[in-house]
């Protein structure tokens, strides 16, 4: 079946630290992976996206790489900010049948000045 | 553009009473549409979604009910909520036809009971 595992939260870090969330997936063939930010008390954001192998989303800072031979989608940032502070969500849609995304637990990020 | 809104914001209502929440996208048509509830501190349960007009798909048992009315509405009731009913609730929708486009939620509604 389709299923995102996301690192277990949450996670301080000071201004200016480097982030990894790290999300690995379960599919057949290629779907497409996302990362959705939820700041405190509202809806989800897209974030970025990746829609095939090798792709590298980015957005605000934000990266991550769509890699099939370790099935992951890491999420990175070279330096962190405070306003980062939020829930952050690995997703994936898959290429078969359906039309249900899956969504990993999430990720709690608070970041100190 | 294409916008979603999700009303009301914040409710809070007696255990027993009957609940609806309303989900409108406007600036596309035939979206897929979902409803999602995130209970305190954890990750999204997809409760509900919907592939056209009068199309259901409901993907947990529970007390609640989803209905779309309309191409572009959707939604969630119960008739007689339950404490286990809190939460956030989350409305999206998504673009039907391509497997790239994401998913756009709204604000959310977050519902107490009492």
């Known amino acids: 079946g389709n299923s995102v595992t996301q690192m277990e939260g949450p996670v301080t870090l000071s201004e200016e630290a480097f982030l990894t969330i790290n999300c690995t997936y379960t599919?057949?063939?290629?779907?497409?992976l996302f990362w959705y930010v939820q700041y405190p008390g509202e809806g989800l954001q897209l974030l970025l996206k990746?829609?095939?192998?090798?792709d590298k989303g980015s957005n605000k800072g934000f990266e991550a790489t769509y890699r099939k031979e370790t099935t992951s989608f890491h999420l990175e940032k070279g330096s962190v900010q405070v306003s980062d502070s939020a829930v952050y969500f690995c997703?994936?849609?898959?290429?078969?049948?359906?039309?249900?995304?899956?969504f990993g637990t999430g990720t709690s990020l608070t970041v100190i000045p | 553009s294409q916008t979603i809104h999700q009303w009301p914001a914040t409710l809070v209502q007696p255990v027993g009473s009957p609940l609806s929440l309303e989900c409108t996208v406007e600036g596309t048509s035939n979206p897929n549409l979902y409803w999602y509830r995130q209970a305190a501190g954890r990750g999204l349960q997809l409760l509900f979604y919907?592939?056209?007009?009068?199309?259901i798909s409901s993907e947990v048992p529970q007390n609640l009910s989803a209905s779309r009315p309309q191409d572009r509405q959707f939604i969630l009731s119960s008739k007689k909520l339950l404490l286990s009913d809190s939460g956030f609730y989350l409305c999206?929708?998504?673009?039907?036809?391509?497997?790239?486009?994401?998913?756009?939620f709204g604000d959310g509604t977050r519902l107490s009971i009492l």
């Open positions: 997703a994936l849609f898959p290429p078969d049948t359906g039309n249900q995304f899956y």
């Open positions: 919907s592939v056209g007009i009068g199309q």
């Open positions: 999206a929708w998504s673009g039907q036809g391509s497997r790239n486009q994401p998913q756009h």
């Open positions: 599919a057949t063939g290629y779907p497409s």
């Open positions: 990746a829609t095939k192998a090798d």
